[in-house]
């Protein structure tokens, strides 16, 4: 796919008769779109945008549920040589003002032309979203007055010029537009179909991944449409909402290959009742991806045993390891090895004391069991390093240093980041992992990132919200991530000192209401609120909030947080 | 208040892990935070089991599900028969 000169140019290759879209709600509601139907809106969208002043290199920021006329509005842009950028759609749970601010920051940094909303955008939000002079606010849906279809010149095929912006999640990681290239996404992409063999007369795709994320949009929506292969996806609230339907969906339309972070390894199994299960037929899928979290052996072993009388094969489950820096993934696992992703155990104790593998007899009494993400893609190449950035040595973990032939452009317009990211050529993840035998184990985050349910939580954000409850002794929060094995996934814990020691006389209510502040700003859950006496948090040299030494402080009195 | 209410709601507080807290049928629980997108899964799962019926994908939104007198009255308004 790198033969083609750009992305527009590859799905204007793809045959036109192949259903390339199934938007599923559920077994009476669904509609497909083939790729010639899927051009046609396409072009009709970017009539529609063309019609508001849009043209080639301004950005268009596009605020919609997940579905069909979303794809075709980020294609129409991009058939403009407009670079788009996709953001979550508001939910219940946000509140306006927080809302605003995020989508401010965005408009702001990205400078953008439009910002596309559907003819269902809740107006209670819309009231606050307050844009530049420059920027126009765009409604566009599936009616035929919204535009026509416009007969657009051919691509340009420029393969050097930005084609899309990523963001990751928060509002300070919505200030964070990662810039891809069509030559970094295509060259991806060839990575990554022959690493998953892709065969576009027999794959179909399925996923409940938001578009918004990037193994949603490169590795479910522009993978299919450069290698022409369909796509069924649901909304990603219809599936949390009712994860069991994932099955139903693979089964009905013999899926082959699906993308999932951890925690949903657990998820389905644990919310599909057992007497139900061999009602799915799992025969037709080649692969499932376990990516975007760090990869728990646990959690795959208990999707394969849940699943294993639905024809689920046994090496179906794989692994990869990646950052949307690097538009996708950095790593895959060999999924031709029939027991899936390589498997270590190693001293537990070392690991933690010196961040040393000592490799130690499966199942070892205080061992710690690591699952390989898998080997490089072509024209990738990583090192580990030190704190000092010095190169470690192979079994000892280090943060994960990368370059590679399709690693990002840049934060959009902010240099400054782009500059600390980008060291001598080198991207620094900011992940910690070691290599054994050319395979790489991802381990945790250098950075103080929580990741929920595959979704990125910047503790400060959180912070910055608990502190303004009267009272919480401001500067005095700590937030952090805690691995939940009930979840699967990390949750969010809470450290906050009161101002005074009467306060914890009422803690219910101050947790609720520090809880309920911070699901309306950030939309995200709160697993627990810890209230501490005044003077508690551990402080650092520097006079802040110690993070790892409160954490262990914590441990010692609430030893229900010592989770494996 | 049914039987099948107090249900739920001993279901949630278990869910939750906070059994000491005090909700009734109009209690806030999603828009409160009480209640997170991974919880309501679960959440559909035994308000189907209570009902006896099947809540189709798509029908529902977390706002349906916000109270316990919604998610019985969401139930009433979308549920299929089992099968």
């Known amino acids: 796919m790198v033969r083609y000169g750009n992305l527009i140019e590859a799905l204007e290759a793809a045959p036109g008769e192949r259903p390339f879209v199934t938007a599923w709600v559920n077994e009476d509601e669904q509609e497909t779109v083939t790729f010639a139907e899927f051009r046609r809106r396409a072009r009709l969208q970017a009539g529609v945008l063309r019609a508001n002043s849009v043209t080639g290199g301004d950005r268009v920021i596009i605020i919609m549920p997940q579905g069909i006329l979303t794809m075709t509005v980020f294609i129409g842009a991009m058939m403009l040589d407009a670079v788009p950028a996709l953001i979550a759609y508001p939910n219940d749970k946000v509140e306006p003002s927080k809302y605003r601010f995020g989508v401010a920051g965005v408009t702001a940094n990205l400078n953008a032309k439009v910002v596309v909303i559907d003819e269902e955008f809740p107006d209670e939000i819309l009231g606050h979203v307050s844009l530049g002079e420059e920027t126009r606010l765009l409604r566009v849906g599936n009616g035929s007055g919204f535009g026509r279809e416009e007969e657009l010149p051919p691509s340009p095929g420029q393969r050097d010029g930005v084609a899309f912006i990523q963001h990751s999640a928060g509002t300070t990681g919505l200030q964070k537009g990662v810039a891809l290239t069509h030559t970094a996404v295509l060259r991806q992409l060839a990575h990554l179909s022959q690493g998953l063999k892709i065969d576009s007369a027999t794959d179909r795709i399925y996923s409940w991944l938001p578009l918004y994320h990037d193994m949603g949009l490169i590795g479910c929506f522009m993978l299919p449409m450069v290698c022409h292969i369909p796509l069924v996806m649901q909304s990603p609230l219809d599936w949390v909402m009712h994860p069991e339907t994932m099955l139903q969906v693979i089964s009905e339309h013999k899926c082959t290959l699906a993308w999932l972070p951890n925690f949903a390894f657990q998820f389905v199994p644990r919310r599909t009742r057992p007497s139900r299960r061999a009602q799915y037929d799992l025969s037709s899928v080649r692969v499932l991806i376990n990516s975007a979290e760090p990869v728990r052996t646990s959690s795959m072993q208990e999707f394969q045993n849940a699943f294993a009388a639905t024809g689920l094969k046994a090496g179906a489950l794989q692994s990869s390891y990646g950052t949307a820096e690097n538009v996708l993934a950095i790593t895959l696992s060999d999924i031709d090895r029939p027991s899936g992703p390589t498997r270590i155990w190693a001293d537990g104790r070392q690991f933690r004391n010196s961040h040393r593998v000592v490799p130690v007899s499966e199942g070892s009494a205080g061992s710690i069991c690591f699952t390989s993400s898998g080997r490089l893609l072509p024209n990738h190449e990583i090192r580990i390093v030190s704190d000092s950035g010095a190169p470690l040595g192979e079994n000892q973990a280090g943060e994960i240093i990368l370059k590679s032939d399709c690693l990002f452009d840049g934060y959009y317009n902010r240099a400054d980041l782009t500059a600390k990211a980008i060291v001598d050529g080198w991207y620094h993840t900011g992940d910690l992992g070691f290599c054994v035998d050319e395979e790489l184990y991802v381990v945790g985050r250098k950075k103080d990132l929580i990741i929920v349910g595959g979704e990125n939580i910047y503790p400060h954000d959180i912070e910055e919200i608990a502190a303004s409850h009267r009272a919480v002794h401001d500067g005095r929060v700590i937030a952090m991530g805690v691995y939940n094995p009930d979840l699967g996934t990390e949750e969010i814990i809470i450290v906050a000192e009161v101002e005074s020691e009467d306060l914890l006389a009422n803690t219910v209510e101050i947790e609720r209401e520090i809880r309920g502040q911070v699901t309306a700003g950030l939309g995200v859950s709160v697993g627990t609120v810890f209230l501490k006496p005044p003077k508690w948090i551990v402080k650092s040299t520097a006079g802040k909030p110690a993070r790892s030494a409160t954490f262990e402080k914590l441990q010692k009195e609430h030893p229900e947080l010592n989770v494996e | ?83």
Do not use: C, H, W
């Open chain 2, 1 to 83: 208040m049914t039987e099948e209410a107090k249900e739920m709601i001993e279901y949630i507080l278990r869910r939750i892990r906070k059994p000491t807290l005090v909700i009734d049928e109009n209690t806030p629980l999603v828009s409160s935070g009480l209640v997170d997108s991974m919880a309501l899964g679960d959440v559909v799962l035994t308000l189907e089991d209570l009902t006896n019926t099947r809540i189709p994908p798509g029908a529902v939104k977390p706002k349906d599900l916000d109270t316990v007198a919604k998610m019985f009255a969401t139930a009433q308004r979308v549920g299929k028969p089992r099968k």
